[in-house]
């Protein structure tokens, strides 16, 4: 495998299910990211990890929990969603989050397929 | 909020160039221009970054005024497959990709 994965790429789920979502990436990177693209809207950063350690979190209901348990791998674990969740869920990585900039360093982001998540 | 601005839409021609513009009035000095796409729900791709030199990869160009404040990326022959939204981030913001542009290529 190369590059990110997200697994799955198609989820149904109810209201009061609870599921994960999942994203590898085998590129060496440091930062991982969530973003949520809802039908013709933006992509949504919800959290980015630097080093395992979250450093943004951009006001996402807790309904939504990032987990990061390596620089690898990055979860997202639903619970009890709103049929308006439904959407496509991107994960990203990077060399390092540079987030103020400050360092003036590049970060490029890779994306993976996403998830096409269909809440019920 | 996003801190480039972009045209919403664009048509570009089977064989020609199509040149996209940005703006980015708010970038600091050491804050790069980076550019993405995204085919029709698929995860964005990424294409050129630059600092202010213009850059060139086997993807496209980009071009980066003097004052940094804006930049244009070139297809310098674009094709049906690069029909796509494009999008262009800086600075601190570089996180937060905006609307973009839909760029269609016509046959």
């Known amino acids: 495998e190369t590059g990110v994965t997200q697994t799955p790429r198609h989820l149904v789920m109810g209201m009061t299910n609870k599921k994960s979502l999942k994203c590898e990436q085998h590129?060496?990177?440091?930062?991982m990211y969530w973003y949520k693209q809802s039908a013709k809207k933006p992509l949504e950063l919800m959290f980015v990890?630097?080093?395992?350690?979250?450093?943004e979190n951009n006001s996402v209901p807790s309904r939504f929990s990032p987990e990061c348990p390596n620089s690898s791998h990055l979860f997202l674990h639903l619970h009890t969603l709103q049929p308006e969740d439904s959407a496509l869920y991107l994960c990203?990585?990077?060399?390092?989050?540079?987030?103020?900039?400050?360092?003036?360093?590049?970060?490029?982001?890779?994306f993976g397929p996403g998830t096409r998540l269909t809440v019920l | 909020d996003a801190k480039t601005t972009q045209p919403p839409s664009m048509d570009c021609a089977e064989g020609r160039a199509a040149n996209l513009p940005c703006n980015h009035s708010?970038?600091?000095?050491?804050?790069?221009v980076y550019w993405y796409r995204q085919i029709h729900s698929q995860g964005p791709q990424y294409i050129i970054h630059g600092l202010k030199n213009n850059e060139t990869n086997e993807m496209a160009s980009l071009i980066i005024t003097e004052d940094r404040k804006s930049s244009t990326l070139i297809l310098p022959h674009a094709t049906l497959r690069d029909t796509a939204v494009y999008y262009c981030?800086?600075?601190?913001?570089?996180?937060?990709f905006g609307t973009g542009t839909r760029l269609k290529v016509l046959a």
């Open positions: 590129l060496g990177h440091n930062a």
């Open positions: 708010t970038i600091s000095g050491n804050e790069y």
């Open positions: 990203a990585s990077s060399q390092e989050a540079i987030i103020q900039g400050l360092a003036g360093g590049t970060d490029t982001q890779y």
């Open positions: 990890y630097n080093f395992k350690e979250q450093t």
């Open positions: 981030t800086s600075g601190t913001y570089k996180y937060i």
